[in-house]
């Protein structure tokens, strides 16, 4: 399949992890790529994918900023291809009891990461998929009820990873995996 004819898919906090099967699942069902993390393990997870014989480029940001967050729209846009798919994933947990034991700071920058950064880019790709009249968005949401320390056994259940394409899901994650189609 030529270049131009493959579809583009763009995964945050693509470099480990989730995000990173994600992206080798979408580079296997004949993806571009557009890879999105602070940095360490981008260059390797690039040189990994792209031996999957698909085009893959990176970029390093700090999505609990705006200005992260803003670099990344500019940089999905550079290539001038229309995104097939985007898979808002950067993500990090904080273990810990919520009353001694975790600190404030930690859970505003997880809160910064998992929620404002992944509404923000939301905001910024939707239109242009709308426009288009084509692209999946794909994000999760953290459901660690059963890690709050409290005692309660209230954890939601979903799937996350596996067939970014089908939207199957793994068993006994607590990271849900939501998929919107801007049509049909
Ligand atoms: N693994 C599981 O089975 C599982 C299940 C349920 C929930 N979760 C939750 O899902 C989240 C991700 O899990 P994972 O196993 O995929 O973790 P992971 O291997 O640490 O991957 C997190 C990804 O997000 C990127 N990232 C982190 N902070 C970032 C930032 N500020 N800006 C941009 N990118 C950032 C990381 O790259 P850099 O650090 O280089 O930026 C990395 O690529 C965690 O919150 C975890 O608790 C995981």
Same mark, same amino acid.
């Given at each position: 399949?030529?270049?131009?004819?493959?579809?583009?898919?763009?995964?945050?906090?693509?470099?480990?992890?989730?995000?990173?099967?994600?992206?080798?699942?979408?580079?296997?069902?004949?993806?571009?790529?557009?890879?999105?993390?602070?940095?360490?393990?981008?260059?390797?997870? /690039?040189?990994? &994918?792209?031996? *999957?014989? =698909?085009?893959?480029?990176? $970029?390093? !940001?700090? #999505?609990?900023?705006?200005?992260? %967050?803003?670099?990344?729209?500019?940089?999905?846009?550079?290539?001038?291809?229309?995104?097939?798919?985007?898979?808002?994933?950067?993500?990090?947990?904080?273990?810990?009891?919520?009353?001694?034991?975790?600190?404030?700071?930690? /859970?505003?920058? &997880?809160?910064? *990461?998992? =929620?404002?950064?992944?509404? $923000?880019? !939301?905001? #910024?790709?939707?239109?242009?998929? %709308?426009?288009?009249?084509?692209?999946?968005?794909?994000?999760?949401?953290?459901?660690?009820?059963?890690?709050?320390?409290?005692?309660?056994?209230?954890?939601?259940?979903?799937?996350?990873?596996?067939?970014?394409?089908?939207?199957?899901?793994?068993?006994?994650?607590?990271? =849900?995996?939501?998929?919107?189609?801007?049509?049909?």
């Amino acid at each position: 399949m030529s270049n131009v004819t493959r579809p583009l898919a763009a995964v945050t906090g693509a470099s480990s992890g989730i995000g990173f099967e994600l992206a080798k699942q979408l580079a296997r069902h004949g993806h571009d790529l557009l890879l999105v993390s602070r940095g360490d393990g981008l260059d390797a997870a /690039e040189r990994e &994918l792209r031996a *999957l014989g =698909v085009k893959v480029w990176s $970029h390093a !940001a700090d #999505l609990r900023t705006a200005v992260g %967050v803003e670099e990344t729209y500019r940089f999905l846009r550079r290539q001038g291809r229309p995104l097939d798919v985007v898979v808002l994933n950067a993500g990090v947990g904080l273990g810990g009891a919520f009353v001694g034991q975790t600190r404030l700071e930690d /859970e505003m920058a &997880l809160i910064q *990461l998992n =929620v404002m950064s992944t509404v $923000h880019l !939301a905001k #910024l790709v939707l239109p242009d998929m %709308v426009a288009a009249g084509r692209g999946r968005v794909r994000h999760r949401r953290y459901l660690h009820a059963d890690r709050c320390g409290c005692g309660g056994a209230a954890a939601g259940r979903g799937g996350a990873g596996g067939d970014a394409q089908r939207g199957q899901g793994g068993e006994g994650r607590q990271a =849900v995996t939501h998929r919107h189609r801007t049509r049909g």
